[in-house]
């Protein structure tokens, strides 16, 4: 597709004003124009040449650990395809369909008491998800609604609060840090952390995890036509870059209760054996890896 002056103007316009906003929020960008030439537009060409082919929707799963930038990138993903491609775009996150307090709560007294921290596979409504995804599909495109999650209260906002979707898309963007993970066929019983060490002694945590990731999710990543991968330095960065995200979500919730930095150590514990396993498998086998450095640009990408 011809790039023209005017239609490049108007997007670099858009792209810098949601940048703008972003940075109100105490997130700073870093060479804005290069990061929008270098990395921003070819991974969106690079979805539209996908979207060509199928001739149909297709979806995008972006996948990295926690306070990578996933909701960020999706959202400029989607401000590019609009604006220079003209498709329709519905962007939403895997975090946005964890089972409510109640649910998690049941799962904790049922199964394992780790289930009542939201996160891991497991504790998001997968058969809800499921049926999105298909509803998006469908050749017979009807409105409906996409839940939405409030992180400050660790609860599904009401039905009344969530999102309507009104026009088939052509691409879906589904970002989430566990998207695209596989499960392990080994090295489930050796703890990873003090966690799993104090609280999993009998393995019912890690093996449930697995068991979902195995099966029910499997299933729902095999709908992804093209996987994004934000590869972060290491495991350590999760951690300092998720205290950041408290910080803006402290800034976006008004003043509501946010996570003690020992909370948030203690919550990145549980995404911690499925991360590791993903910056190592993810970082060959999606087909665009970007890597990020330790502090937080993209400095190379990698497409297949």
Request: hydrophobic share 35%; charged share 35%; aromatic share 12%.
């Amino acid at each position: 597709m011809q790039e023209t002056k005017p239609s490049f103007l108007k997007l670099k316009k858009r792209y810098l004003s949601f940048i703008q906003k972003q940075e109100n929020f105490g997130q700073l960008f870093y060479d804005k124009l290069g990061q929008l030439k270098k990395f921003y537009l070819p991974m969106s060409n690079s979805i539209y040449k996908s979207y060509i082919k199928k001739k149909e929707p297709i979806i995008i799963g972006l996948s990295g650990g926690q306070g990578s930038g996933k909701s960020t990138i999706a959202q400029i993903l989607k401000i590019i395809l609009e604006c220079k491609f003209k498709l329709n775009v519905v962007y939403f996150s895997i975090d946005d369909f964890y089972k409510t307090f109640k649910e998690r709560k049941e799962m904790a007294k049922k199964i394992h008491k780790l289930f009542l921290t939201r996160g891991v596979p497991g504790t998001h409504d997968t058969s809800l998800l499921k049926r999105v995804l298909h509803n998006l599909l469908k050749k017979n495109f009807k409105p409906f609604l996409i839940p939405l999650f409030d992180k400050s209260n660790d609860d599904r906002y009401p039905k009344q609060n969530w999102k309507k979707i009104v026009k088939k898309p052509d691409i879906i963007i589904f970002e989430g840090w566990c998207v695209s993970a596989k499960s392990q066929t080994k090295n489930l019983k050796k703890p990873i952390n003090k966690l799993e060490k104090e609280f999993d002694k009998d393995l019912i945590w890690r093996k449930k995890v697995n068991n979902e990731l195995k099966n029910k999710y499997n299933k729902i990543f095999k709908l992804i036509d093209k996987n994004i991968f934000l590869k972060v330095p290491n495991f350590s960065y999760v951690y300092k870059w998720r205290i950041l995200q408290e910080k803006k979500l402290k800034f976006l919730a008004k003043g509501k209760k946010i996570m003690t930095k020992n909370e948030v150590k203690k919550f990145v514990m549980h995404y911690e054996r499925i991360t590791r396993d993903m910056i190592k498998d993810l970082k060959t086998s999606a087909d665009v890896v970007i890597g990020i450095d330790k502090k937080h640009r993209f400095y190379k990408i990698k497409m297949s």
